[in-house]
């Protein structure tokens, strides 16, 4: 039995941020172990959402009046928390966009478009989310580069050998994220990040899950590119962030042209752009939604993610003791650098049955392939269900999801 009683995290005092946790869900208490598609919001991030409707609703950055200056003073603090939520060196390193996939797309379009040619090479891990795999796949349908593909073990570990082995001298970027999503591998990204300098290559990692469950420091990474969404990391959906160190980002050309990325717009003369990170933020952002993931990262840093990454290590640990009893159950992944991801398969049930019967006991899990086709069929399966944990799930919890997966077993097989 995995033991909890050392730890600091008050899972009680947590979950009390959490009014979504008391909601019954078919008559049942609510388990939530869907934690790697969206994370729950604490209050403190539902009322920064309000507050902004309720007190300063304005548009940002071009207003002189009150609410206008109010607005923009709240959402440009959120860059400096960001800033240093990642260790970023520079507040002007950090852009907002709608998310994790479309930082990646800025990435590819605005730096891959312009520095990219027939031929050059792109790696992509086998690990990844199809949002670290498709913009590159477009951009190499439009610019002939070629998309290699970094090899992994059964384990779901990276094959650093063979890492290290696809550079050549047309090798431009390595895309790969901190830690994948469908199951649960954490990559070496500082050592993937050093090898691909060796070779001249920038790298682009997808933070998506690590923002949540790993201290991110992009200098001690050496990141060229860095992404994470708000959504998993307590805050609102439909924001989140791009790090690009600021050589780079100056030297890219806009990708989305609109108000607030220019300078001077004109028919006579070429139009000029905003210094960064204004040039990669057209149009009107989600200000209030920005200003509310400043709340949520100040949320996970009060508590640290150091202990909530602790805590979800042993809700993991007694997860996979509770899990590895049930006859027939295969987990898939099981690096030994692994984050609160559980993606398993189990004899004669499908997923998608397990996954709605599951729902019908108050249990959420995912199921199907996760937006990772590639590490899915690697697997030899085409999908699993997954159990990923926050910093609000209890052991308790992970008691009621087992035996409700005994009893939806028992109706299955
Ligand atoms: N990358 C990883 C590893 C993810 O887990 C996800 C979402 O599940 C994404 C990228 C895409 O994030 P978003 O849909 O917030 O853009």
Same mark, same amino acid.
């Given at each position: 039995m995995t033991d909890f009683s050392d730890l600091m995290l008050d899972v009680v005092k947590v979950r009390?941020?959490? =009014?979504?946790? #008391?909601r019954q869900v078919h008559d049942r208490p609510l388990v939530y172990l869907d934690n790697a598609a969206t994370s729950q919001t604490p209050h403190q991030v539902i009322t920064a959402l309000d507050e902004v409707y309720r007190r300063y609703n304005a548009n940002i950055?071009? $207003?002189?009046h009150t609410l206008a200056d109010e607005a923009t003073e709240a959402f440009e603090k959120t860059r400096d928390t960001v800033r240093d939520f990642i260790n970023a060196? #520079?507040? !002007?390193e950090i852009i907002f966009t709608r998310g994790t996939t479309e930082a990646i797309n800025l990435v590819a379009n605005a730096w891959g478009r312009s520095e990219l040619k027939a031929g050059d090479e792109v790696l992509v891990s086998r690990l990844e989310h199809h949002s670290n795999i498709v913009p590159w796949q477009l951009l190499a349908n439009q610019s002939g580069i070629v998309v290699k593909v970094i090899p992994i073990d059964e384990r779901g570990v990276l094959d650093m050998d063979a890492y290290r082995d696809?550079? /050549?001298?047309r090798t431009r970027l390595v895309a790969v994220n901190h830690?994948?999503?469908?199951?649960g591998t954490v990559n070496p990204v500082a050592e993937l990040t050093r090898i691909a300098h060796e070779h001249d290559a920038l790298i682009m990692i997808d933070g998506a899950q690590a923002a949540p469950h790993e201290p991110i420091d992009v200098q001690a990474i050496d990141a060229d590119f860095y992404a994470f969404s708000g959504h998993k990391v307590y805050g609102p959906t439909g924001v989140g962030v791009l790090y690009g160190k600021a050589a780079l980002l100056e030297a890219m050309p806009p990708w989305q042209g609109g108000g607030?990325?220019?300078d001077q717009v004109s028919f006579e003369t070429p139009t000029t752009f905003a210094a960064i990170p204004h040039k990669f933020e057209? $149009? /009107? =952002?989600a200000i209030a939604e920005v200003i509310a993931l400043g709340r949520a990262l100040e949320w996970v840093s009060d508590i640290g993610v150091s202990l909530i990454s602790a805590w979800e290590q042993r809700l993991l640990s007694h997860a996979t003791e509770e899990l590895? !009893?049930?006859? $027939?159950l295969r987990i898939l992944g099981t690096a =030994? #650098?692994?984050?609160a991801v559980i993606s398993f398969v189990v004899d004669g049930a499908h997923a998608q049955d397990i996954g709605l019967l599951i729902d019908q006991l108050g249990v959420a899990i995912r199921t199907g392939h996760h937006c990772a086709q590639p590490l899915l069929s690697a697997f030899g399966v085409d999908a699993t269900c997954r159990a990923s944990f926050a910093a609000y799930n209890t052991p308790e919890e992970i008691d009621i999801f087992v035996e409700s997966l005994d009893r939806v077993l028992g109706m299955l097989r």
């Open positions: 009390r941020d959490f =009014p979504i946790l #008391d950055h071009r $207003g002189l060196a #520079d507040r !002007r696809l550079f /050549t001298s830690i994948s999503n469908a199951c607030e990325m220019i057209a $149009g /009107t =952002p590895s !009893r049930i006859d $027939g =030994p #650098d692994k984050a």
